[in-house]
């Protein structure tokens, strides 16, 4: 069961977003439940005690905007998916600060929100995978999309997340835990591409600020590999 957020300060539109959520959820065979808000303030209130994992958001509303509020989640929150619903085209480069998964502009038609919410519940899903890290401090369950990178050194990973894990292991031996977010750049790194924030060809920035020396003749891969994933 996904939950999905509506957050427009327009009445009308929240009630036609919610009809074509549920036309969606009808269609598709994905249990879904609706939440409602008439501001961010009013989002952000309930979020602690009722997250979700799908966010339409309107861009312009008095008060906290929904650029603000997507700002203020995505600093604390990486996997929920954002959506954006607005009359004004202005914004796209926004979306593009904040992660969003999409970008619909009013009159939503029913047709693309219903590819973008297929797009946003395979993210769900996949977002919630893990794996397990046997190391000399004990074992872990970290989520796959905590993990920033893999850096293999002689017979040993460390795999870069919210801190750092040093297993015994090869990086062949990640590859049936990993999915397609993940790719071998050469022969010491896998890299999640959804924190690539800059790639040239000697290196890859990541949006945590490390930087990975890549090997030469990596660049196109790499290109083709983040254009594939969006």
Request: aromatic share 10%.
């Amino acid at each position: 069961m996904l939950t999905l957020s509506i957050c427009d300060d327009d009445s009308a539109e929240r009630s036609y977003l919610k009809s074509l959520v549920l036309d969606w959820s009808a269609r598709s065979g994905e249990g879904v439940s609706v939440l409602e808000y008439s501001s961010a303030e009013a989002f952000l209130f309930d979020f602690s005690d009722n997250p979700c994992d799908i966010l339409l958001l309107d861009v312009e509303m008095p008060g906290m905007s929904g650029v603000e509020l997507a700002k203020k989640l995505r600093s604390e929150n990486r996997i929920i998916q954002i959506i954006f619903v607005t009359a004004f085209s202005d914004y796209i480069s926004e979306g593009y600060e904040v992660a969003a998964l999409h970008y619909l502009l009013k009159p939503v038609d029913p047709e693309k929100l219903f590819r973008t919410l297929d797009r946003a519940a395979e993210r769900v899903i996949r977002d919630c995978r893990s794996t397990t890290l046997e190391t000399s401090d004990g074992t872990f369950v970290i989520p796959l999309h905590e993990i920033h990178f893999m850096e293999s050194q002689k017979n040993y990973v460390i795999v870069h997340a919210e801190r750092d894990y040093i297993v015994r292991r090869t990086l062949t031996g990640f590859s049936d835990c990993l999915d397609n977010r993940f790719l071998r750049v050469g022969r010491s790194y896998i890299i999640n591409l959804l924190y690539i924030k800059k790639v040239s060809r000697t290196e890859i920035e990541l949006k945590t600020g490390e930087i990975i020396q890549i090997p030469k003749g990596s660049f196109e891969a790499v290109n083709k590999a983040i254009i594939a994933m969006k």
